[in-house]
């Protein structure tokens, strides 16, 4: 089985500031590893994904993530937010084999980013 | 291209009632998955789907029914809504084995559901 822990519910932040978004994972099998966005009032989108390769992952928005696989983690990460940014992040996994691989995706429980003028 | 829409947006039930979700797709996607979302808790899988008339059982299935009689749409059903079945509710699709590779889960919207 699979769980995923975002460690925080709420991040404040100044906008042009840096910005971490911290995802943790616990998992049996190897997974894949995504973010996704919510803005308000809408479904989600996806930001970025690691499949393999490279732990450093880019995704839209000026967005990238690193996988770390002793850490089990993959924190999203904005070197200057805009107010734009402000949304709900959800990390997700899913797993990368086999007959479970349906590909559903487990969430972890989203953080909810205030980018503040 | 409407990619996923779901239908209603909103709907107010009182307890006892019934109602069905709507998820519709035009990506001839194979995969098709209900979600729910409560604060504080993230999605929660209800039921999904991996092909035109089958489904299965998700993390949160008890109080909810599912049928996939067309590729291109996913239904969820609610026979008796309790107020623990508030929530906004989310259909999502992929294109099936690999895809998840290629392109990830394509959301609706939502459908903001409250019983009272």
């Known amino acids: 089985a699979q769980s995923v822990t975002q460690l925080d519910s709420q991040v404040p932040v100044f906008e042009e500031a840096p910005v971490e978004l911290r995802c943790n994972y616990s998992?049996?099998?190897?997974?894949?590893l995504f973010w996704y966005v919510q803005y308000p009032n809408q479904g989600l989108q996806l930001l970025l994904k690691?499949?393999?390769?490279?732990?450093l992952v880019k995704g839209i928005n000026g967005f990238e993530a690193e996988f770390n696989k002793s850490q089990t983690s993959f924190h999203l990460r904005k070197p200057s937010v805009h107010i734009s940014d402000t949304a709900e992040y959800f990390c997700a996994v899913s797993p990368r084999e086999g007959s479970s691989n349906t590909g559903k995706l487990i969430f972890g429980q989203g953080t909810t980013l205030q980018v503040k003028p | 291209n409407a990619g996923v829409t779901q239908t209603p947006k909103f709907r107010v039930l009182k307890t006892g009632q019934s109602m069905t979700l709507l998820c519709a797709q035009d990506?001839?996607?194979?995969?098709m998955y209900w979600y729910r979302q409560d604060p504080g808790m993230g999605l929660r899988l209800i039921h999904y789907s991996v092909g035109e008339g089958t489904t299965a059982k998700g993390e949160v299935p008890d109080g909810y029914n599912v049928s996939r009689l067309k590729k291109q749409n996913f239904l969820l059903g609610l026979e008796s809504a309790a107020p623990s079945q508030t929530s906004v509710y989310f259909c999502?699709?992929?294109?099936?084995?690999?895809?998840?590779?290629?392109?990830?889960?394509?959301f609706g919207n939502g459908t903001r559901l409250t019983v009272t």
């Open positions: 998992s049996s099998v190897s997974v894949y």
């Open positions: 999502a699709s992929s294109p099936g084995t690999g895809g998840l590779r290629r392109s990830p889960l394509h």
């Open positions: 690691y499949l393999s390769g490279s732990t």
């Open positions: 990506m001839n996607h194979e995969y």
